[in-house]
């Protein structure tokens, strides 16, 4: 019996397609970079940036990668914990050795990274979420014990369908000992939201199937995946682009002394004072660079920051600090 063969494509046809892969993958990095930056620049109360510039696309770039290396953690963790359909079962020693490897080098590559891409106000200091390392570990081991009994409870049955949480939980708690919490705190959504869509994708009853039987489950399952996305991307926008090195795609502001000629230094007063005036020229933080203006932060009696816009007519100079 002759099996019918799928043409090969043409050269033609596979840069047409390369092309609009290409193009689809830097529409969404770009709109996904712009979100971040923004809703960054708006936490200090600026939504003047310009609409098009490069870093936005390795700010959306860096999330998107961020977004891949949990993805692929969660799966392999996935794998190892839930049956698939028209898929050999795997054996104990699969199973534990996968979620040893995948745990212990997710862990080592996300330290690596993060050290790496982070600023030093993102490391934790005189380890100030020990106690929470605890409490996340315990949860996992409440989780764990929940799942493995045979209890009926509405909650039970629910958290039988994600067998391998614990070990996200156990992951995370090792992370929040290194790293402050506010910049990890968008990678729960991540890793749940990439979890429910490999449920619809790979679990055991089909998603057209599970439409038929009771449409409000699956319904609830894509708000959640849309809730999670949307959180994360704010949660990482305003607590982790802001602490992430530039050259690696983050926003981290920089250290800066303005130089500015006496005669254009009277036109300053209005910031209140020779002391905010030296701070501003001495140690101020570079937040955005447009064509017309320097965004600069200034420290406050209360420890907050204050946004200044300075036209780039006023300003001699930017001398970068480390």
């Not at 990890?184 to 939201?193: K, N, Q, S």
């Amino acid at each position: 019996m002759n099996e019918s063969v799928p043409p090969a494509l043409s050269l033609q046809e596979l840069v047409r397609r390369a092309a609009e892969v290409t193009t689809i993958g830097l529409a969404t990095t770009y709109v996904l970079g712009f979100l971040i930056v923004n809703t960054y620049l708006m936490s200090y109360g600026y939504s003047g940036a310009m609409l098009f510039k490069t870093k936005h696309i390795s700010a959306g770039a860096l999330f998107i990668f961020l977004v891949a290396i949990l993805s692929l953690y969660s799966y392999c963790i996935f794998w190892a914990t839930q049956p698939i359909p028209n898929s050999e079962p795997i054996t104990e020693q699969q199973r534990w050795k996968t979620i040893l490897f995948t745990t212990v080098g997710a862990l080592v590559f996300l330290i690596t990274l993060l050290a790496s891409i982070g600023g030093p106000e993102m490391w934790v200091r005189h380890n100030e979420y020990r106690w929470l390392f605890w409490t996340v570990w315990a949860i996992g081991i409440i989780v764990s014990i929940i799942q493995e009994g045979k209890r009926g409870w509405p909650l039970a049955v629910r958290l039988r369908k994600y067998m391998g949480l614990p070990y996200l939980f156990w992951g995370l708690a090792i992370l929040v000992t290194l790293f402050k919490v506010s910049v990890l705190t968008f990678i729960p959504f991540v890793l749940y939201a990439s979890w429910i869509v490999f449920q619809l994708l790979w679990g055991e009853e089909k998603f057209g199937e599970r439409f038929k039987t009771w449409p409000i489950d699956p319904v609830i399952d894509i708000a959640t995946i849309s809730t999670c996305t949307l959180t994360a991307i704010i949660i990482y926008s305003l607590n982790f682009y802001g602490e992430a090195k530039p050259q690696f795609g983050g926003g981290l502001p920089a250290n800066v002394r303005v130089i500015i000629s006496d005669k254009k230094r009277i036109q300053l007063d209005k910031l209140g004072g020779v002391e905010r005036v030296e701070q501003l020229l001495n140690n101020a933080r570079l937040i955005e660079v447009s064509d017309q203006d320097y965004i600069v932060a200034l420290k406050t009696e209360d420890g907050g920051e204050r946004l200044l816009q300075l036209d780039r007519t006023m300003v001699d100079a930017i001398l970068y600090l480390q």
